[in-house]
């Protein structure tokens, strides 16, 4: 386990502009090199970074079958992906921050955004969620919110999308202002938590159920607006090649390509964090316990190795 970041005190404003961010604290102990990056690199989309994981899925999808037999509210590949996204976040929170104002903050909280589909057809609308995942949460409660957040964006009109609809009634020059001010307002930290509270855009990791829609192998670009420094596109689970020992064997495989703000967190220790979420999502049973059970989150147990590398 990483060593985790000192949270600093709210009342040194050294080198902050104006005012501290409600829902993160300022890092103060990165050295020279990464404190500069924000100043050299000033935009998200000029900081990429990209990678592949290849998830070995055959136990995982065998523990939820044991699990939706033994639980009313069914769980899906996709809930274990997000879920080992946020224990993972949890555990290692150096890559739960995110570049504003030229510094680096970390959040408080971790929290999750994706996109639900209200109609499978090319006019259907899609409805953003954003749920945050408090520590120690178990995989069951966890599920059974996002399956009702779900649910309610589908058949619920949610105060956002109302919000957005009155918005877009205003002129767009005033509406174009109107973003104008936002973005001043979060660049000197005045934007306030009730804004960002339910806004996708400011979530620890932005989720897209790609497979789930017949997208397969998508990098998608991370937002300027908001503070969102991951995204992970979720491919459809089809048959991989990985490598066990001196052999090659085809199972069932899970990639989720990643776009990462490279300011926010260094190769190694970001790397790490991946293959926690892998060892997860590979070997839930040996994290979470048995399906049947009161499934219990990753802090009670040792993660173990995993098996094999893919090479597809």
């Known amino acids: 386990m990483s060593e985790l970041d000192t949270p600093p005190s709210r009342n040194d404003a050294s080198g902050v502009l104006l005012l501290g961010r409600p829902d993160a604290e300022l890092v103060r102990d990165e050295p020279p090199m990464r404190r500069i990056m924000p100043y050299l690199m000033r935009r998200r989309n000029e900081s990429l970074v990209f990678q592949d ?7 995982a999808r065998a523990w939820l079958r044991a699990y939706n037999r033994a639980h009313t509210h069914r769980a899906t590949l996709f809930h274990l992906v997000a879920y080992a996204c946020a224990v ?6 150096r890559l739960n921050r995110y570049v504003a104002a030229n510094r680096l903050w970390a959040r408080r909280d971790v929290s999750l955004a994706f996109v639900v589909k209200k109609d499978m057809a ?11 995942a408090p520590r ?6 966890f599920s059974t919110r996002l399956a009702a957040l779900v649910d309610e964006a589908r058949n619920i009109e949610r105060a956002v999308d109302k919000e957005i609809s009155t ?27 009730w804004f960002m509270k339910n806004d996708p855009m400011y979530a620890s990791v932005f989720l897209a159920n790609l497979g789930s829609v017949g997208l397969s192998d998508v990098y998608h670009h991370l937002y300027e607006y908001g503070t969102c420094s991951i995204f992970g596109a979720v491919s459809a689970t089809r048959r991989t090649a990985f490598v066990e020992g001196d052999r090659v ?4 495989g899970l990639t989720v390509r990643w776009t990462l703000d490279e300011r926010i967190d260094d190769g190694f220790s970001a790397g790490r964090s991946i293959a926690l979420l892998q060892r997860i999502v590979e070997d839930p049973a040996g994290h979470l316990g048995p399906p049947e059970g009161a499934v219990g ?6 993660p173990r190795e995993r098996p094999a590398t893919s090479v597809a």
């Open 297 to 302: 989150d990753l802090e009670a147990g040792a």
């Open 249 to 252: 064997v085809v199972d069932d």
């Open 167 to 193: 918005f877009l009634l205003l002129p767009g020059r005033i509406l174009a202002l109107g973003v104008k001010l936002v973005r001043f307002l979060d660049h000197w930290n005045l934007l306030p938590g």
């Open 53 to 59: 994981t290849v998830l070995r899925v055959r136990e």
């Open 122 to 132: 090319d006019e259907g609308v899609g409805a953003t969620v954003k749920v945050t």
């Open 136 to 141: 120690g949460e178990t995989f069951t409660d």
């Open 88 to 93: 993972a976040l949890h555990r290692r929170p």
